[in-house]
């Protein structure tokens, strides 16, 4: 099935230099690139992101090292939404579990990430769960403009495309 995925090179993957690499292993997939964007990770942007582990012991953690604040205030990280045959499950594959300890030896989580000696989890990529989890996170991170082919439903507000 015709899927969205979102995914995120996190503050760690960006200050150790693997947002070329993470975007060339996509890039060599049947999915295609229809946006990215550098964007700024907000408090508030972080929590809605995460909004489903609101109740995790790690959640506080978890919310600043999106922000960049593990990082050398790296605040900064790669937005970036590829289509096609099972954008999910293929994008899940390229990243590996979610623990880089038990994900692939060859995944971008296996090869690139690391647990701390605090137990948290520096994991490179973010990459949507399901479907609905990536039209959500999408709708959250882009607008319809910055998407370069319709992909969700969108209306006209004042002058401006929305997301429905
Ligand atoms: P994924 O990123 O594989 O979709 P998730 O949505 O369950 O995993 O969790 C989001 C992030 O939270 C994950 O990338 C790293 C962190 N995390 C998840 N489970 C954790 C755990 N048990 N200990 C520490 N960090 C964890
Ligand atoms: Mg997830």
Redesign the pocket.
Known sequence: MKENVLVIVKPDGMVHGHAGHVLTRFEETDLKLVGARVVRVTHDLAETH?QH?KDKP?FDE?IHFLMGDLHNHQDLVLAYVFTGENAVKVGRDI?GA?NPEQADNKSIRGSMGRVTTK???E?VI??S?DPLEAEREIKLWFTPEEIAIDIFKTTISGHRKVWS
Do not use: D, I, P
């Open positions: 995460y582990l790690f978890l990243a979610t137990g948290s989890f994991n973010h990459v769960s």
